[in-house]
């Protein structure tokens, strides 16, 4: 069993809103998580939109807006993530590649903007290794994000994101709106990063590809953590899945034939 490299804790996320009147009322995102990350693994979190997927990544980033209240505990390679754990560790042991290549500077070059973090000494030389790594022509260094095609700029998002020192990746959503090969392309190196031993979260609404590149997927619905099963169960009519909800959404994808078991379960 390898090292937890991220360990969650019945994490709760709400937030502070106004409702009619000025009078506030509360909104829960997350409740009751608990996940943890190990050294070497891909873990996927699957789910619907506004199952609290994003949420977990942005309470581990500890970039929630303002008005976020949470409780729990999040521990990275066995240390309380703090916010002032979290300024010297993020971009450099905790990376992120967001769900838009919109995060991007239009106003940057893509070359520029890899080689921010970068030991200075050696920035251009550990760009040009990273293009290489990404299949990035030298060539784009100097170009600017409308230059470059939507496949090229997933590229360049990786390039930003990893660093030799990195220990957890949170990938957002990398996939979506992308051709096959190009998801191909993008998980065989979420795959790389794992097999260098780095732990990755990815966030997914994508199921089959989730189970194409982790070990373990993690199922969320309303802001809960319904269940977490090996991606190898993933398979034929889900008979292997311990969770009927898990089974229900491997079942009702279209090539099962949207079959639904609708068994009955609760959190």
């Given at each position: 069993?390898?090292?937890?490299?991220?360990?969650?804790s019945?994490?709760?996320?709400?937030?502070?809103?106004?409702?009619?009147?000025?009078?506030?009322?509360?909104?829960?995102?997350?409740?009751?998580?608990?996940?943890?990350?190990?050294?070497?693994?891909?873990?996927?979190?699957i789910?619907?939109?506004?199952?609290?997927?994003?949420?977990?990544?942005?309470?581990?980033?500890?970039?929630?807006?303002?008005?976020?209240?949470?409780?729990?505990?999040?521990?990275?390679?066995?240390?309380?993530?703090?916010?002032?754990?979290?300024?010297?560790?993020?971009?450099?042991?905790?990376?992120?590649?967001?769900?838009?290549?919109?995060?991007l500077?239009?106003?940057?070059?893509?070359?520029?903007?890899?080689?921010i973090?970068?030991?200075?000494?050696?920035?251009?030389?550990d760009?040009?290794?990273?293009?290489?790594?990404?299949?990035?022509?030298?060539?784009?260094?100097?170009?600017y994000?409308?230059?470059?095609?939507?496949?090229?700029?997933?590229?360049?998002?990786?390039?930003?994101?990893?660093?030799?020192?990195?220990?957890?990746?949170i990938?957002?959503e990398?996939?979506?709106?992308?051709?096959?090969?190009?998801?191909?392309?993008?998980?065989?190196?979420?795959?790389?990063?794992?097999?260098?031993?780095?732990?990755?979260?990815?966030?997914?609404?994508?199921?089959?590809?989730?189970?194409?590149?982790?070990?373990?997927?993690?199922?969320?619905?309303?802001?809960?953590?319904?269940?977490?099963?090996?991606?190898?169960?993933f398979?034929?009519?889900?008979?292997?899945?311990?969770?009927?909800?898990?089974?229900?959404?491997?079942?009702?994808?279209?090539q099962?034939?949207?079959?639904?078991?609708?068994?009955?379960?609760?959190?």
């Open positions: 069993m390898s090292t937890p490299i991220l360990r969650v019945d994490l709760n996320v709400s937030f502070t809103q106004y409702a009619r009147r000025l009078h506030t009322r509360t909104v829960t995102g997350i409740a009751g998580v608990d996940l943890e990350v190990r050294e070497g693994e891909v873990l996927a979190v789910g619907a939109s506004g199952s609290g997927k994003t949420l977990l990544a942005q309470a581990i980033l500890g970039i929630l807006p303002h008005n976020a209240d949470v409780t729990g505990e999040i521990r990275f390679r066995g240390e309380l993530l703090t916010a002032a754990r979290r300024q010297r560790t993020l971009g450099r042991e905790i990376s992120y590649i967001p769900q838009s290549v919109m995060n500077d239009p106003l940057m070059a893509v070359g520029k903007q890899v080689r973090g970068l030991d200075p000494k050696t920035a251009h030389q760009q040009r290794r990273l293009f290489d790594r990404y299949g990035l022509a030298s060539e784009a260094a100097g170009l994000p409308f230059e470059l095609s939507g496949g090229m700029l997933r590229r360049v998002l990786f390039a930003t994101s990893v660093r030799d020192t990195v220990r957890l990746l990938a957002d990398p996939t979506p709106g992308l051709h096959a090969e190009a998801v191909e392309e993008v998980l065989r190196h979420l795959r790389e990063l794992a097999e260098d031993g780095v732990a990755v979260l990815l966030i997914t609404h994508d199921i089959v590809s989730a189970v194409a590149v982790a070990e373990r997927v993690a199922v969320m619905n309303g802001g809960h953590l319904i269940t977490v099963e090996p991606a190898s169960a398979t034929g009519e889900g008979d292997r899945l311990s969770h009927p909800f898990a089974r229900d959404l491997w079942r009702a994808l279209p099962n034939q949207f079959s639904v078991g609708g068994a009955e379960w609760r959190w």
